[in-house]
C-alpha cells in the first residue's frame, strides 16, 4: 500500500472533517496561543495522517471479523482460512528475519575473525622475516 495514498476511508472521513471547518476550535492547552497552527491547506494532509494512525491501532476479533465477512456475503470459513494463511505468512517473515539476521551476526564475526588471522599471520611473517635479515646481518658482520 502506497503510504501517500488517501483510501475511500480517509478522504470520506477528511471531507467530513472539512465540512466542520468553521466550527473546529484549534485551541489546545499546550499551546501558548490560541492562534490556529495549521493551515487549511494542511488539514487533509493531517486528518488523512490521523485516520491512518487510528487504522493502525485498530484490531479486530475473529467474530467481528466474521460479522463484516457476512455483511459482505462471506462464509465464515473463508474467513478463518485467510486469518490463518495471513499469520502462517507473518511468521515465516519473522523466521527469516531472524535466520537473516543471525547469518549477518554470523559471517559479520567471521570477517571479524578472519581478518584478525590475516593481520596476526601478516604480522608473524613479518616479525620473522625481520628476525632473519637481523641474524643474517649479525652473521655477514663477524
Not at 486469518?83 to 507473518?90: C, M
Request: aromatic share 6%; with cysteine.
Amino acid at each position: 500500500m502506497n503510504p501517500n495514498r488517501i483510501s475511500n476511508r480517509e478522504q470520506q472521513s477528511v471531507k467530513k472533517l472539512l465540512k466542520c471547518k468553521g466550527k473546529i476550535s484549534y485551541w489546545n492547552p499546550l499551546m501558548n496561543d490560541s492562534k490556529p497552527q495549521i493551515s487549511s491547506e494542511q488539514l487533509p494532509e493531517v486528518f488523512a495522517l490521523a485516520a491512518r494512525l487510528q487504522e493502525q491501532q485498530e484490531h479486530y476479533s475473529l467474530s467481528e471479523l466474521t460479522q463484516i465477512g457476512a455483511e459482505a456475503n462471506i462464509q465464515p470459513e473463508f474467513i478463518h482460512q485467510a486469518v490463518q494463511q495471513i499469520q502462517a505468512t507473518q511468521v515465516k517473515q519473522s523466521q527469516t528475519r531472524r535466520w537473516q539476521q543471525s547469518l549477518k551476526v554470523g559471517l559479520i564475526s567471521f570477517g571479524v575473525v578472519l581478518g584478525l588471522g590475516v593481520s596476526a599471520g601478516y604480522a608473524a611473517i613479518c616479525g620473522s622475516t625481520m628476525e632473519a635479515e637481523t641474524t643474517q646481518q649479525e652473521q655477514s658482520s663477524w
